[in-house]
């Protein structure tokens, strides 16, 4: 009579357990997925829920675990309800590789035989020669597109393919975005902000002179162009140092009126910076106008300007 009794508590147990399953199946496969799947489309941001594989899935766990499978699931949504009851706002937090300094362990066995590019390329030794060229091309090459070039020039034919290749891109890449950024410029003539981009951008690589003596040219001009723009829309955007930056890459390219015209500009504008005097020392200097040059160093020794060691190695040469 005992067992009878525990046989039909058994499987009446099963027997909710079923309903239980089955309600749950029913409820997630035609009312919650179809919900979230609308709730989706109408904000048009993505969603993370659980599909309708999710739930047959769940669905067999109850079946094959009566009880133990749905007050597992019972307790992990209420512990989900309770811990992460509130959306976490990710509006303020920024990810960027640039706030992250990964410090790695130095190779010293490797390092203690790399020598810089221009001593390898002398040297002509192809060992280190590929050596080097292999561990600037994994950096960050923009800034040693002088020291490439100079592997051109090797006796090593893999090491100036390499840099052949590598010169050849970057080059190109110049090209592209400084036709876009002027074609930018001209196209919004309102926005600044591109003017400021391609100075920038235009002054790091032309500083490093690896175009032919025409393309040089050509891009300094242009680069006289956007900074012309950008001073008769807002003079004040310009500092000493970008007025120098664009004063030296016309003074390489032997354009005096124009280099003195940035140089006049910056001494009008900061006229108590060391700049303003050493561009002036330069250009008389390039022009031969001993009068000016040195009335400009007299000038330069009697104000209040801190003068750096270049500045005043080149006063104790000409004094």
Known sequence: MTLARDERIFLMILLVNLIVAVVYLLAGILLAVPARSALEDGEGKEKLFDNRRTYVLRFMVMILCPVIGPMF?????LFYLIVFWKNVDLADVIFSKERVNVRMKADEERERDIIPLEEAVLVNEKKNLRLVMMSVLREDIHNSLTAITL?????DSEASHYAASVLSDELNK?????QKLWKQIQEEPDRTEYEEMLLEYMDNVLRQKIFSAYEQRRFVDILDAAAELLYE?????FTAERYEKIFLRILEIRDYDKAGKWCLRMAGQYPE???AYTCRLKL???RQ???????????LKKSNVVIDSETLELIRVFD
Do not use: K, M, N, W
């Open 73 to 77: 699931f019972l307790a992990a949504h």
């Open 151 to 155: 592997a051109l020039d090797s006796e």
């Open 174 to 178: 110049f090209r592209i975005y400084v």
């Open 233 to 237: 829309r807002e003079p004040g955007r």
């Open 273 to 275: 910076e060391l700049p």
């Open 284 to 286: 008389y200097f390039a």
């Open 289 to 299: 106008d001993r009068e000016a040059f040195f009335e400009t160093l007299d000038s």
